[in-house]
């Protein structure tokens, strides 16, 4: 069983609607759980981390954390065609972190 | 600030060569980390080193080594290179008790 889970996608939104994207984890041992996004042939980049059960909102962005069913999320607010990319899950558990195979997410205009 | 840097970005090998990726981090880091980005597979993690002076496995550590020469700069090697190591390499890294890891831009290489 793969540490990381997410849906691969790809998702498709219409531009200003919300984007919802999932992700389970099999240790639950895992200490922090993580939000990158990676564009085309680019390197991914942080967009949020979570490590207590609820919600973290910043921006148009919020993560939500359910340690009890093992399952983090992140939502995104008035999608922007700028949004469009792929979205990795990660957890850190001990000093390893663990990704999953991401998400490919289209915001249409 | 450089942040992360690795070198080369695009490396073309045989079968059977060997050749080192570097990375270096100019934030003061104590850990570092090398990754391996293949299609459908997400990121995976090679080794890591959490400080100066140690290194560690990740998941998929056959067929590598590392060094880490200084709190600076952390290699990977490739002693004999398989096709199966075709992939894209990124190096990162982040502070003691920090929470965002940050990546350099990738080394892509195709073994024939």
């Known amino acids: 069983q793969k540490e990381v889970e997410q849906n691969s996608g790809p998702l498709s939104v219409p531009e200003g609607a919300i984007a919802s994207l999932n992700c389970t984890y099999s240790?639950?041992?895992?200490?922090?759980f993580f939000w990158y996004r990676q564009y085309s042939g680019k390197s991914p980049e942080l967009i949020m981390f979570i490590y207590s059960n609820g919600d973290k909102e910043d921006g148009r962005f919020t993560a939500q954390l359910n340690k009890a069913s093992q399952y983090v999320s992140l939502l995104i607010r008035d999608s922007q065609p700028s949004d469009s990319a792929t979205y990795l899950c990660?957890?850190?558990?001990?000093?390893?972190?663990?990704f999953g195979t991401g998400t490919s997410l289209t915001v249409i205009p | 600030n450089a942040g992360v840097t690795q070198t080369p970005k695009f490396q073309v090998l045989k079968t059977g060569q060997s050749m080192t990726l570097q990375c270096a981090q100019d934030m003061n880091h104590n850990s570092m980390y090398w990754y391996r980005q293949d299609p459908g597979m997400g990121l995976r993690l090679i080794y890591y080193s959490a400080s100066e002076g140690t290194t560690d496995k990740g998941e998929v550590p056959n067929g590598y080594n590392v060094s880490r020469l200084n709190k600076r700069e952390f290699s990977l090697r490739l002693e004999s290179a398989a096709p199966s190591q075709t992939s894209v390499y990124f190096c990162a890294s982040i502070r003691a008790g920090g929470e965002t890891q940050y990546f350099g831009p990738g080394t892509r290489l195709l073994v024939l």
């Open positions: 240790d639950r041992g895992s200490q922090s």
């Open positions: 990660a957890v850190l558990t001990g000093n390893q972190f663990y």
